[in-house]
């Protein structure tokens, strides 16, 4: 059961305005990443589920951020079908992310008041979505679409909140273009926690980055 209100998740997304990315088999590695980023200041961490396995790799490191990293809300994405949205939501997955718009996943995402977020790319896409009770569009591929794209859907629907997630670096001029644009968070993975961190295992250099690129962050919203 999700340990945070679909509210609760969205709150955080506004203050922070980050949500890293991030998917590993090792779960000891998975925690030393996890904690970096809490160490960092990220509060939120999607564990995209590509991998086989991948549901008890996140039951450990959701057990972990519980009980060692009080007010890290933990998310999964990558999901592409109900069942797997279930699955993971009763490992108590807080937020549900996929990378298209499926009605079978807001239902029982909404069933269980857990915030979910779908990959959109059109303006019919994110209306449907929002119909179907989304708080926040990802926008995916963002390097697709770019700060243009949110900014040409924000002037007749300012209300949509949306998530460019693929296309976001640490640079503060790529931040500033998307946060300029008015996204409401962005979503970052191999741009902040890369393969050359994963292989030095340089957990406090992606706790730095971490640290520096939610200042630049702030300093944009």
């Excluded at 999901?79 to 279930?86: E, P």
Aim: hydrophobic residues 40%.
């Amino acid at each position: 059961m999700a340990q945070y209100s679909r509210i609760e998740v969205i709150q955080a997304m506004k203050d922070t305005g980050m949500v890293p990315l991030f998917y590993h088999p090792d779960v000891e590695l998975g925690k030393k990443v996890l904690k970096a980023c809490y160490d960092g200041g990220a509060r939120l961490m999607e564990f995209t589920a590509r991998g086989d396995f991948a549901y008890e790799v996140f039951l450990e490191l959701n057990k972990y951020a519980i009980k060692e990293l009080p007010g890290m809300i933990m998310g999964v994405g990558s999901i592409t079908d109900a069942a797997a949205a279930s699955l993971f939501m009763q490992m108590g997955a807080n937020f549900i992310v996929t990378p298209s718009l499926r009605e079978d996943i807001a239902k029982v995402c909404n069933r269980r008041k857990v915030l979910w977020s779908p990959g959109c790319g059109s303006l019919t896409e994110i209306n449907a979505a929002e119909e179907l009770g989304c708080e926040l569009v990802k926008l995916f591929p963002g390097s697709t679409y770019g700060p243009g794209f949110v900014k040409a859907i924000k002037g007749p629907q300012p209300w949509t909140s949306v998530m460019p997630t693929g296309g976001v670096s640490t640079d503060k001029d790529n931040l500033k273009g998307w946060f300029d644009a008015g996204v409401t968070c962005v979503g970052m993975g191999s741009k902040l926690i890369s393969k050359t961190i994963l292989e030095n295992k340089d957990y406090n250099g992606l706790q730095q980055l971490v640290a520096s690129t939610l200042e630049t962050i702030k300093s944009l919203q």
